[in-house]
């Protein structure tokens, strides 16, 4: 079970636009920046959002990310093949002292 | 371009140790936290430990607090993780990342090496 919650799977279509949420509670999205990462099997991760809404240079604009009170989003518009991947979002934890991360959300483009 | 690679990964029974290493280049090593995370087969992300820029500061995750512990050495701009009394949950492939946008953030993760704890 993560700290963090995600929905498991997503879909859209080549074109499309697709909002992939997380929740979590006042010790971590509630009080820390969020950051959202890509992960394609047998690949390194790769950070896609940092600081609630902030991308690292080489992220296209079509991604973009959202943080309000204890949850956040990722958005995906103009859905391309390639973005099919799982996607975690994941927040500095002050009472584990740690980082949590989602359970992850597998993105089909149909 | 930053370029993080492990190393010492590989197959160790119930109860053994291993040691895992992350050379860093293209960074101001002492400058940046480093991190190990890690995704057992079939699951998510998972963090597994955190460590300063200057070393003065560490943080475990509950799973391996007592088992795992983490180390730098700056002149060589690598980081290590000493993993200890494992268990076969630990299986799993292990990322080192660095924190590049934000103090402890894993921002810039390596390739990762498979470890499996099986008998």
């Known amino acids: 079970q993560s700290v963090l919650t995600q929905p498991p799977s997503a879909s859209g279509t080549p074109g499309q636009r697709v909002t992939i949420s997380c929740s979590g509670s006042?010790?971590?999205?509630?009080?820390?920046?969020v950051n959202w990462y890509q992960h394609l099997p047998g690949t390194a991760p790769k950070l896609l959002v940092y600081?609630?809404?902030q991308r690292p240079s080489g992220v296209p604009d079509r991604f973009s990310a959202s943080k309000s009170g204890t949850s956040a989003s990722l958005a995906i518009s103009g859905l391309q093949s390639e973005d099919e991947a799982d996607y975690y979002c994941?927040?500095?934890?002050?009472?584990?002292?740690?980082?949590?991360f989602g359970g992850g959300t597998k993105l089909t483009v149909l | 371009e930053v370029q993080l690679v492990e190393s010492g990964g590989g197959l160790v029974q119930p109860g053994g140790s291993l040691r895992l290493s992350c050379a860093a280049s293209?960074?101001?090593?002492?400058?940046?936290?480093m991190s190990w995370v890690r995704q057992a087969p079939g699951k998510g992300l998972e963090w597994v430990s955190t460590?300063?820029?200057?070393?003065?500061?560490?943080y475990f995750a509950d799973s391996v607090k007592g088992r795992f512990t983490i180390s730098r050495d700056n002149s060589k701009n690598a980081v290590s993780l000493q993993m200890n009394s494992l268990r076969a949950e630990d299986t799993a492939v292990y990322y080192c990342?660095?924190?590049?946008?934000?103090?402890?953030?894993?921002?810039?993760w390596g390739q990762g090496t498979r470890v499996s704890v099986s008998s």
């Open positions: 600081n609630n809404n």
């Open positions: 006042s010790s971590n999205i509630g009080t820390n920046t």
């Open positions: 460590i300063s820029g200057s070393g003065d500061n560490t």
């Open positions: 293209a960074i101001t090593f002492s400058s940046h936290a």
């Open positions: 994941a927040a500095w934890d002050d009472s584990l002292n740690g980082w949590v």
């Open positions: 990342a660095s924190a590049i946008y934000d103090p402890l953030s894993p921002d810039y």
